[in-house]
């Protein structure tokens, strides 16, 4: 399921909060219809679950462990990447941390 980019940062958008289906289209910048088709993925996969308020269907993670797993799946592909990760920008040691293996890489 995390091997999608959209169904990741659907995952993204949802671990704080939760989003009607064109909420999120307009987050992940994709067509609803899209959008739709990858959460009901993400929701037989047990990842996203639903609550209705009217005729707006509402979409959450699952669970703090589904949760977790999106931050810790975003935070280690940021460590692939060159420069600080932006989870340690704030984070004064661990910018320093990661300047110093830049520099001396």
Do not use: C, F
Request: proline residues 3%; glycine residues 8%; without cysteine.
């Amino acid at each position: 399921m995390l091997a999608d980019g959209t169904r990741v940062r659907l995952l993204w958008a949802l671990r704080d909060r939760e989003l009607s289906v064109s909420e999120l289209a307009d987050e992940v910048g994709k067509a609803a219809p899209s959008v739709s088709q990858h959460l009901a993925k993400l929701r037989m996969a047990r990842l996203v679950r639903t609550r209705r308020e009217g005729t707006t269907i509402y979409y959450t993670v699952e669970n703090e462990h589904v949760r977790q797993l999106v931050v810790d799946a975003v935070h280690n592909a940021e460590h692939a990447s060159p420069g600080v990760p932006a989870h340690h920008a704030s984070d004064a040691g661990l910018r320093a941390l990661h300047e110093g293996l830049a520099g001396g890489a």
